[in-house]
């Protein structure tokens, strides 16, 4: 059988094949129902968008101006300059410096606990009193007036947990009371008491628990404040390279819109020459259409990005910065730090405020647990008081009234002793007042400083709750706390590790990508060479050529990109 005969006879049988495996198929959909629609397809109604509107390729396009900046004003700005500025005018910094002061203030406040309290007070007094005993000293009603002053000062004591208190007080009191032998008399008095807690209060107590705290606060605070400005520093850093990034990422686009318009006239010329199609024309102004969007979400990417830094770095919404232009002056370094994972890891533990924040959040659980256990204990206290008075007055009479009718009675029965030849009475021993009694509030306050007439008393006070379990919960809540902080610190320094070991990894690939993201943009523009000149040659297609010409405004952006992220 000849070669011919066999094609034949292999193309009916391919011919009957097909035509059976089409009968087969078409029985099968027959037998088939028809999905049926579900409800949400038969109501869904979707409503066209700009369904009227046509573009104008003649209209031009929008100016490549930026809303509300001069590009003609200029501001070049080093990277250390907006650093500096936005330590010095950031409100975020700003912010982190006054809860600084706040804490300074809360620390004063609380020290204010051992601040001696001075008050004073005087009032005048006036009482009467029937005279309902033949001893009263009046008749009728006995009146006693009084003008009295008095004045404590008191506090705590910063250590041992103990608290004082002195008392003084002067009177002027005047009476119609016979039997009294200064009228008007000016007691004074001076009294000190002070209690020494000997278990409870002793180590610890609350005055100085909020003192620890609110030093732990300042330290904690402090450390906010740090931390806050290692991370204005670093969005400073990251919005410089932005910047960056998107002015040169703009001049790539424009550059890209050049190179498009470029080949727009070059394939106008060939098919002017009838060496390219019409269509060509088309497929030329799609691209530089692109490449124009391109070039203005570049320019507003340029817009937010100054935007971000002048926020960071603007003293306020009035600084002349936001109308000006800024230019960043500084290079790329693309020399990527050497660090081992061992010095990275003890760097990071050694400067990562997060850790100081855990260690002064347990340091202030040891206090809680300090002062809880200290609430356990009984309260016994040493308790003492010592006092001086002193008095001084206008001396009524110098004969006691009792004393003065004895002296009669003695007088006048030692006369009739004598008439009766018998011998007299003995003389009646008198009383008197002592001179240093005898004066004004001088001589009060000089009996008062003599500390002839004093009193004391000491002992010790126990108290104790019988189960306290107030305390034994408020300790049982603080130890419970202190777990939970070490499991979370735990938490912390193993999600450091990860931050470190990503960043070393970021690290590598990042100068990775610098190498290959810098080939592959030479690579690039050869390949868009090559094929201009081998469309020139009627070797290649425009469609060649616009996908070379659009690989090489990404490799471009690529490299970019690589640079300002190492």
């Not at 066209?48 to 200029?74: C, F, H, M, W």
């Not at 001084?392 to 003695?410: C, E, M, R, W, Y």
């Not at 450091?496 to 990042?510: G, P, Y």
Request: net charge neutral; aromatic share 6%; charged share 20%.
């Amino acid at each position: 059988m000849s070669s011919a005969q066999t094609s034949a006879s292999f193309a009916v049988k391919f011919f009957i094949f097909a035509a059976l495996l089409c009968v087969l198929n078409a029985s099968a959909q027959a037998q088939e129902p028809s999905p049926t629609p579900s409800p949400q397809q038969q109501t869904l109604s979707v409503p066209s968008v700009s369904t009227d509107y046509r573009a104008n390729p003649n209209k031009p396009l929008p100016s490549l101006n930026r809303i509300g900046v001069d590009t003609a004003e200029q501001k070049p700005l080093a990277l250390g300059e907006a650093i500096t500025m936005a330590l010095q005018n950031n409100k975020d910094i700003e912010v982190a410096r006054d809860n600084v002061k706040i804490a300074e203030y809360d620390l004063l406040t609380v020290r204010g606990a051992y601040d001696p309290k001075f008050s004073a007070q005087s009032y005048y007094e006036k009482i009467k009193t029937p005279a309902a005993s033949f001893l009263s000293g009046a008749t009728g009603a006995v009146e006693n007036a009084d003008f009295t002053a008095t004045s404590r000062l008191e506090g705590l004591t910063p250590k041992g947990g103990g608290n004082y208190r002195l008392d003084f007080s002067a009177v002027r009191a005047t009476t119609n009371n016979t039997f009294t032998a200064l009228n008007p008399q000016y007691p004074t008095a001076l009294t000190f008491n002070f209690t020494q807690p000997l278990m409870r209060g002793f180590r610890i107590d609350w005055p100085r628990r909020q003192i620890e705290v609110a030093k732990k606060t300042l330290s904690l605070t402090d450390a906010q404040f740090r931390q806050r400005a290692i991370e204005v520093i670093t969005s400073v850093q990251r919005s410089y390279w932005d910047l960056v990034f998107a002015l040169r990422n703009l001049q790539i686009q424009r550059n890209s819109v050049q190179d498009a318009r470029t080949q727009l006239e070059h394939n106008r010329r060939l098919v002017a020459e009838g060496q390219l199609a019409p269509i060509d024309i088309v497929a030329a102004e799609t691209q530089l259409a692109n490449f124009e969007q391109a070039e203005f979400t570049a320019l507003e990417d340029v817009t937010r990005a100054e935007n971000n830094l002048k926020n960071l770095v603007a003293e306020d919404q009035r600084s002349p910065l936001w109308n000006v232009s800024v230019v960043p002056t500084d290079d790329v370094d693309l020399t990527p730090p050497q660090i081992a994972l061992s010095d990275a890891m003890k760097a990071a533990t050694e400067n990562r405020q997060e850790l100081k924040q855990s260690d002064l959040a347990r340091e202030i659980n040891l206090l809680d647990q300090k002062l809880y256990r200290d609430q356990t204990k009984p309260q016994i206290d040493l308790v003492g008081t010592y006092g001086v008075v002193g008095n001084a007055g206008t001396l009524t009479s110098a004969i006691s009234p009792f004393t003065l009718t004895t002296n009669q009675l003695v007088t006048r029965v030692n006369q009739l002793s004598a008439l009766a030849g018998l011998p007299a009475l003995p003389p009646t021993l008198s009383t008197s007042i002592p001179s240093n009694l005898i004066g004004g509030y001088g001589q009060s306050f000089s009996n008062l400083a003599s500390n002839q007439f004093n009193n004391f008393r000491a002992g010790v006070s126990i108290s104790f709750p019988l189960r306290n379990r107030t305390a034994e919960g408020q300790l049982g809540h603080a130890l419970v706390e202190g777990k939970r902080i070490a499991t979370q610190r735990e938490q912390l320094e193993q999600l450091i590790q990860v931050e470190v070991r990503n960043a070393l990894q970021s690290l590598t690939t990042a100068e990775a990508r610098v190498r290959s993201a810098a080939v592959a943009r030479a690579d690039a523009e050869q390949q868009y060479e090559s094929e201009k000149r081998k469309l020139d040659a009627g070797q290649s297609t425009v469609f060649l050529v616009l996908e070379r010409q659009t690989a090489l405004a990404a490799a471009r952006g690529n490299e970019l990109r690589a640079q300002t992220d190492l």
